[in-house]
């Protein structure tokens, strides 16, 4: 049988002859510097933010010592007694998103493997879009879900068991943030189990394993590094989340780790302060940009660890 894919040299004519054609060649130029100074604007735009927070977050450490800033667990900056403990914000951080994580990657990861192993493609055509409209709602509007729908809820649910629920609380806020995060888990997720090769699962089916352990054992190791990455990903999403936490988890600067009571993220403190009553050039104004700082770090070290770990366990096939 004929192979009907036949090479065509005179459709790809080689480089070399672009030289004789000044138009081709202004073209090509044109293009390779339109990409290049796009590559270069996106790394322009990441300095510029770098320099814009640390040089006032420099201000800020000029005037309270970095000690107090790394071991202090009190948080006061808009107090007549005022003490920058940052703990009170990164506890509060790490609460919310550790909650939200416990939502949602089990159940992206299920959703994953049942896209990408089990549904049907008119069934997966239809759900994936259906899921991913969450990614599309305004997290205003997730804000307020969680203050007058989920948190009710959870007050009468533990209610039952002798526990008093504050109105604003940080398991309200990380429980929505864990549902809004869930189409970011699954959809990526669902990428990496797809990219797995066919030829893995053909060869667990041949050795008799089922539909389950070839998705469990086979599949997911496989994809292990873009899932562990999905999750990263998930995490410093969590992590940067504002209007859920500032609507619905409060703004009270706490060190605790109870998901029941009041608590200040540091995206809700960076909200507090942004609303303009804070004079510019102040202590206060410049706390701003030290807890942008602190974020800003935190995120960076999670993509970091996200692209070690990718490249550490990437499973690559011929």
């Excluded at 209610?159 to 869930?182: H, R």
């Excluded at 004079?279 to 070690?308: C, D, H, K, Q, R």
């Amino acid at each position: 049988m004929q192979n009907s894919a036949v090479f065509r040299p005179d459709l790809y004519p080689p480089r070399t002859s672009l030289r004789g054609n000044p138009k081709r060649v202004f073209i090509e130029n044109g293009v390779h510097t339109v990409l290049a100074a796009a590559a270069g604007l996106a790394i322009l735009v990441t300095i510029g933010i770098v320099i814009a927070i640390g040089t006032d977050a420099f201000q800020f450490f000029l005037r309270v010592p970095l000690s107090e800033f790394l071991f202090d667990t009190v948080w006061t900056p808009l107090f007549a007694d005022k003490r920058f403990g940052i703990w009170a914000l990164v506890s509060a951080t790490v609460l919310t998103s550790l909650i939200a994580l416990v939502v949602s990657l089990p159940l992206g990861l299920i959703i994953a493997i049942f896209l990408s192993e089990f549904a049907a493609p008119r069934v997966r055509d239809v759900l994936k879009p259906t899921l991913e409209v969450l990614a599309g709602i305004p997290t205003v509007v997730y804000g307020f879900f969680a203050l007058t729908f989920i948190t009710p809820i959870i007050q009468d649910w533990f209610l039952n068991f002798g526990i008093e629920v504050s109105t604003f609380n940080a398991l309200s806020a990380g429980f929505v943030m864990g549902i809004m995060i869930i189409p970011l888990v699954s959809s990526l997720s669902e990428d990496a189990l797809s990219a797995v090769p066919q030829a893995l699962r053909e060869g667990a089916y041949g050795l008799g394993a089922t539909r389950f352990e070839v998705a469990w054992r086979v599949v997911v190791p496989a994809a292990l590094s873009g899932i562990v990455a999905s999750f990263i990903l998930a995490l410093s999403r969590a992590v940067g989340e504002t209007m859920i936490v500032a609507i619905a988890a409060g703004q009270n600067p706490t060190f605790t780790f109870n998901p029941f009571v009041p608590i200040a993220t540091m995206t809700a403190y960076i909200v507090q302060v942004s609303l303009g009553d804070t004079p510019y050039g102040s202590l206060e104004y410049f706390t701003l940009f030290a807890v942008g700082a602190t974020l800003f770090v935190l995120t960076f070290l999670m993509n970091i660890a996200s692209f070690w770990f990718v490249r550490r366990f990437r499973e690559e096939y011929d």
